[in-house]
């Protein structure tokens, strides 16, 4: 075995070109993205990153300007596995060991996506995929601005929903709203919702409304991940973390 120099031993493994960087590890993954991260290479400020599915023979390059060493890929297919490299750019650097596959979470049943349609709209004004939702628990808020009711118990709604998401639960709520035309559906989902929302223009809209008889608002419908109700109103229930566990066993969900 050859000895190694003194100026050898004061690199560390990154500054080795001969060596190849660990492989990107996943940090989260819900139905529609992953957050991989990775080792930082001495002296790179900026990473090319690449993604794959475990089908696919060609790489995809995300970005290669990427400050940092952590990065969350959205808009990716529920119940599929991906595989993820990287590569420092201020030098001459080897990509990554590749990773093993990473599977984003299973999207929601097909029965809901043909009742609902297969996107939905954030209060960005961004379109998402219905698989967003995941496969927990999901609710139909039917409301709409003209409604005192509604904007009555709105905040309440939001309370108990990022109560819901600090417990760290599965759980999306849909707007389905019955405003009388697009600006004013616009106007009350971006500055009263947190959550999505079926688009005004869908058809889904008003056949939701229609097959679940929906004669009065505010309407909270609660559905387990196959589509069957779980609370037929809940505006009429207490909405606290032991309601919703309550939903999960009726669910299967707990």
Not at 184 to 202: D, K, M, N, R, V
């Amino acid at each position: 075995m050859s000895a190694i120099s003194e100026n050898e031993k004061n690199l560390t493994p990154m500054e080795q070109t001969e060596i190849t960087p660990a492989s990107p590890t996943l940090v989260t993954a819900t139905s529609t993205s992953l957050t991989v991260q990775w080792e930082e290479i001495k002296h790179s400020t900026t990473y090319e990153i690449q993604i794959k599915s475990d089908k696919d023979k060609e790489w995809l390059s995300l970005s290669n300007k990427l400050s940092g060493n952590i990065m969350k890929k959205n808009n990716l297919k529920a119940s599929t596995n991906y595989i993820f490299r990287f590569r420092g750019l201020n030098k001459e650097s080897k990509w990554s060991n590749q990773s093993k596959p990473y599977k984003t979470m299973d999207g929601v049943n097909p029965i809901v996506s043909n009742m609902l349609g297969k996107q939905l709209l954030t209060t960005k004004g961004k379109m998402v995929s219905i698989d967003t939702v995941g496969n927990g628990l999901f609710a139909l808020y039917f409301s709409a601005s003209w409604c005192p009711p509604c904007r009555k118990f709105t905040p309440m709604l939001n309370a108990f929903y990022k109560e819901v998401k600090k417990a760290k639960k599965q759980f999306e709520i849909m707007f389905v709203s019955a405003d009388r035309d697009a600006s004013s559906f616009i106007t009350y989902f971006q500055q009263h919702h947190t959550w999505l929302a079926l688009p005004y223009e869908a058809p889904s809209r008003t056949q939701v409304s229609g097959y679940f008889q929906v004669s009065g608002i505010p309407r909270l419908i609660v559905f387990g991940p196959t589509g069957v109700i779980i609370c037929n109103n809940a505006v009429q229930v207490p909405l606290n973390i032991s309601t919703f566990e309550g939903w999960e066993k009726i669910a299967g969900l707990a």
